[in-house]
């Protein structure tokens, strides 16, 4: 007997150790574009650290801290009150919202920017139907200013919302309705219920979620660019791109790199080792609260209110945009360019999952400084703009690719030319980088709902760690999963900076083609693969959705 438990030991010993391994890799590969930031900040030394406090740095903090404050508000009372009402309760129209109110995810915020602008702007639609109407003059009346920070918080959060909205629901659904219940028998109003137990039990996925909209925020250049708001991320890119002051962006985005790392850190201090479990869960469930008269009509214009400004008023827009664009996209090029931009998606939604299964059941297996230290470097880069981390990647891997050149030319007089550079593969990497803080936060709110017993039951049971992650963790988690997988894959359709940078040749993507079409001023042009972007981003969003109802 002994001879045949030795091996199994082993072998279980060997995967635990081989996914102890590949989390460490891959927080190590999170680590590379950063070190890269810091040894060129370092570089410096602090005469530039002193002109860009004397200067800028101010300016760009206050603005940035205000527009991560507006937005974590407004996703959080958006995402979080949407959840509650389509899950918990039942108003017309409800099984309309349980999809439509994940819409805005498709669309980047920078084309809600266009569409926004083209409407309110000064020669838009609303002021110019306004001036017609009363015969005021440009002087004589006053508008909301879209191109601003109020403007710029506006659409990150109608575009962001989504984010807290699908792990808040998914949380709400794995709860079970046996302290709901409890707490009604008790004497506590339906709103009194939700605030004292259904809102603390989804805390880590609540937090979670606001957590990536924050960070989402942070790294957003395109709509703070073209609203003219100075944050980090615009003095990043006007500084590494336009005045070629590498120093002085790195000292930026190191700044920027501080303030994700005091974010995490609070985020995680905040939730503390608070776990929520039910072995009963779904199986008691609560049922839903009928919302009729007034009530019903009030939660359907709540509901509404989302959608019609976050998805079908930007649609409306941009399609009559882009009806005289002369774009086809029945064309060898467009399909091109969704055929690019599906497989990146893919592909790199894919390899992100694998990558924040890993980290985050590491960290639940060892619990130590190494597995947190590497969960807290895979979630800075969703903070660091997609620019900083393809050069903070290219700089490294180029240097490798000239090295083994040089070294095969002078060995074997064979040129191996640039292997890694320029290639799919590290673009996909890149794309890990940016976007593994959101399947982290998808799969670490599903994970707290997982009962440390189940593991000590499943370890007893004969499993190993490997073992226990595939037949226990894993099938509770599936709605945790396939959310996960929807975040990543709409990322990366919307992802611009880095795939600019990373792209191979001749490898262009809907969002690249976006953003030629808009730099030319061409913006009708620009609204075609905009659109295609949206419409590639609803089928997931369905499926996701009823696969969330169904777990």
Do not use: Q
């Given at each position: 007997m002994a001879?045949?438990?030795?091996?199994?030991?082993?072998?279980?010993?060997?995967?635990?150790?081989?996914?102890?391994?590949?989390?460490?890799?891959?927080?190590?590969?999170?680590?590379?574009?950063?070190?890269?930031?810091?040894?060129?900040?370092?570089?410096?030394?602090?005469?530039?650290?002193?002109?860009?406090?004397?200067?800028?740095?101010?300016?760009?903090?206050?603005?940035?801290?205000?527009?991560?404050?507006?937005?974590?508000?407004?996703?959080?009372?958006?995402?979080?009150?949407?959840?509650?009402?389509?899950?918990?309760?039942?108003?017309?129209?409800?099984?309309?919202?349980?999809?439509?109110?994940?819409?805005p995810l498709a669309f980047p915020a920078y084309v809600l920017a266009y569409a926004y602008t083209h409407v309110l702007d000064h020669p838009g639609i609303v002021q110019a139907t306004l001036r017609d109407l009363t015969g005021w003059g440009p002087r004589d009346y006053w508008f909301p200013e879209i191109r601003s920070l109020g403007g710029a918080a506006a659409m990150l959060v109608l575009v962001l919302y989504p984010y807290v909205y699908l792990l808040s629901r998914a949380a709400f659904l794995q709860q079970s309705g046996t302290t709901f219940l409890a707490a009604r028998a008790l004497g506590s109003s339906p709103w009194a219920a939700f605030f004292k137990i259904s809102l603390p039990l989804a805390r880590p996925a609540i937090a979670g979620g606001v957590l990536l909209a924050v960070m989402e925020t942070i790294a957003d250049f395109g709509t703070v660019a073209y609203f003219g708001v100075q944050t980090f991320a615009t003095g990043i890119y006007t500084s590494w791109f336009s005045l070629f002051d590498r120093v002085g962006a790195a000292q930026l985005a190191l700044c920027l790199l501080s303030f994700a790392l005091l974010l995490a850190m609070l985020e995680r201090l905040q939730r503390g080792d608070a776990r929520y479990h039910d072995p009963a869960r779904r199986a008691n469930a609560a049922p839903p609260l009928t919302l009729s008269g007034w009530r019903g009509v009030f939660a359907t214009a709540l509901c509404a209110v989302p959608v019609v400004f976050g998805a079908l008023l930007p649609i409306g827009v941009l399609f009559s945009m882009g009806l005289g664009s002369e774009q086809n996209l029945l064309s060898a090029r467009y399909l091109g360019f969704i055929q690019n931009s599906a497989t990146l998606a893919s592909v790199a939604a894919v390899v992100t999952v694998l990558a924040a299964i890993s980290v985050g059941f590491y960290q639940r297996l060892d619990g130590g400084r190494r597995s947190s230290g590497a969960a807290y470097v895979a979630r800075l880069g969703y903070a660091v703009p997609g620019g900083v981390i393809a050069v903070g990647?290219?700089?490294?891997?180029?240097?490798?690719?000239?090295?083994?050149?040089?070294?095969?030319?002078?060995?074997?007089?064979?040129?191996?030319?640039?292997?890694?550079t320029g290639s799919i593969w590290l673009l996909v990497i890149a794309y890990m980088v940016r976007?593994?803080?959101?399947a982290l936060g998808a799969y670490e709110g599903g994970q707290a709902m997982v009962h440390v017993n189940m593991d000590a039951a499943s370890r007893s049971l004969g499993q190993g760690p490997v073992g226990t992650l595939r037949r226990v963790h894993l099938p509770i988690l599936t709605p945790s999963l396939l959310t996960a997988l929807l975040i990543v894959f709409v990322d990366v359709m919307k992802e611009l900076p880095a795939t600019l940078i990373m792209r191979p040749f001749n490898f262009d993507t809907l969002a690249v083609q976006a953003y030629r079409l808009a730099s030319d001023e061409r913006l009708e042009g620009a609204a075609v693969p905009s659109l295609v972007i949206v419409a590639m981003g609803l089928l997931p969003v369905i499926l996701i959705c009823r696969q969330v109802k169904r777990q």
């Open positions: 001879d045949v438990a030795t091996p199994v030991k082993k072998t279980k010993r060997d995967s635990a150790r081989a996914l102890s391994w590949f989390a460490v890799l891959v927080a190590a590969t999170c680590a590379l574009p950063m070190l890269a930031v810091l040894l060129a900040a370092m570089s410096g030394g602090v005469e530039t650290v002193r002109h860009l406090a004397d200067t800028v740095l101010g300016d760009y903090a206050r603005t940035t801290l205000t527009l991560v404050v507006l937005v974590a508000t407004g996703t959080f009372c958006v995402g979080v009150g949407a959840a509650w009402l389509v899950t918990m309760t039942r108003f017309p129209g409800v099984r309309f919202f349980e999809i439509a109110l994940v819409l990647l290219l700089v490294p891997f180029a240097a490798f690719d000239n090295a083994l050149d040089a070294w095969m030319r002078a060995t074997f007089d064979i040129s191996t030319g640039l292997l890694i976007f593994l803080a959101a």
